[in-house]
């Protein structure tokens, strides 16, 4: 069955039914927002069909080489985006860009296929591009992107991230690869241990910038490029340019072309939010109802804390909703099994904390859920940009306690708009909270440890 036929109506989904991007058929069952995904891309897919058979493509006149273009229609673009269209032929001209660009708007394409042309053109055995991440999950999925975007030529890449062995990856550089895709604290490492060689890199790539800025990187971002060679071309991407990645774009870049795409500190247009006002103590419970809604195909739900992320993915999974978690305190093998599981349709519900924020790269994501407020407001952006990619639609939710509304407005304020505030006309509001669990007494114990016999044990001189 194709993606766009239409299944007749009949009894709602399963909780565990998925409805992304390889779940089209089973969207199609409830309407709203999914069909109007699928209509616009069965139209933009036909459009470029046409024109292909007609001659030229979409991406024909970009200036990239066939084997790229095969490789792109053979990934499922159709038509390049507006940071493509505009990036890519910069790139290709050999300038330093600096690109602001919603998240989801296909920005890694627009560094690789450049990047790739290059190499192509220009063999060499050592490492020539290096791309730096803020996450284990964004490189790990760049290098995926490339290895697709890659096929039909002889450029090799590998990701190098922590969580996992450093035996691989030091295999992997010390034998040479094109492209090296990596987190700075770990590449840091190798190159302490000197195993890899930079001295004929040409292009470096500082993807979400702003994200590394937020997680302390910045130091270390600045380590790694005093140890390249200066006469490279640089690209910077980030969803939002604060003034810290100001004078970094200034002190790495040589007079950077600048590409915006997207007005700053703004989501992606097409999504609808709304907050949910809601007691401290009932916010599982909304949640949970929330989830069961039919059109909740496929949720990502952010919390603040890891322990929080454990508890609210047992209470969701206890309700009968496929669920996974990922967090900082999970192995790379648990995060990574946990994102296939989504990705895939497995899971449902995607429980987070913002480690995930940036580094998430799912399509088909219906719904966002802030199942707490995010006290950054940009951070609210990164978050709800996991949703309404590459032009599609998509909802945003957010949970607010009385406690939350003042980090609300702050929101409020860089989306130039009101959230309006939505009720569930069928959730009880005034619930009570449930009792507090007694702990059990603790039987009454004597000081001091006690022999056989009663006696008091000997312990050593006190602690100085």
Known sequence: MRPYDVLPLGDPPSPGVRFGVRG???RLRCGGLAVRDVVVREAL??????????GKGPFDHLGLDPVLVRAVYAVGYEAPTPIQREAIPAILAGRDVIGTAQTGSGKTAAFLLPILQRLMRH?????????LSPTRELAAQTEAALRQLAKGTHVRGHAVYGGVGMGPQEHAL???VDVVVATPGRLLDHMGRRNVDFRGLEVLVLDEADRMLDMGFLPDVRRIVDGLPRDRQTLLFSATMPSEIEHLARSVMRNPVRISVSPPHRPPPKIRHEAFPVPQHLKTSLLVQLVGREDMMSVLVFVRTKRRADRVARQIGQAGFPVARIHGDRSQSQRQAALEGFRSGHHQVLVATDVAARGLDVEGISHVINYDVPSVPTDYVHRVGRTARMEAEGEAITLVTPEDESSLHSIEKILGHTIPRVTLPDFDYRAPPPPKERLPARAHRPPGRRGSGGERQYRGPPRR
């Open 24 to 26: 089209l058929c089973d």
């Open 45 to 54: 897919s036909l459009t470029a069909r046409t024109a292909r058979v007609q």
């Open 123 to 131: 063999g060499g055995s050592k490492t020539r591009a290096l791309v």
């Open 174 to 176: 010390r034998t040479g």
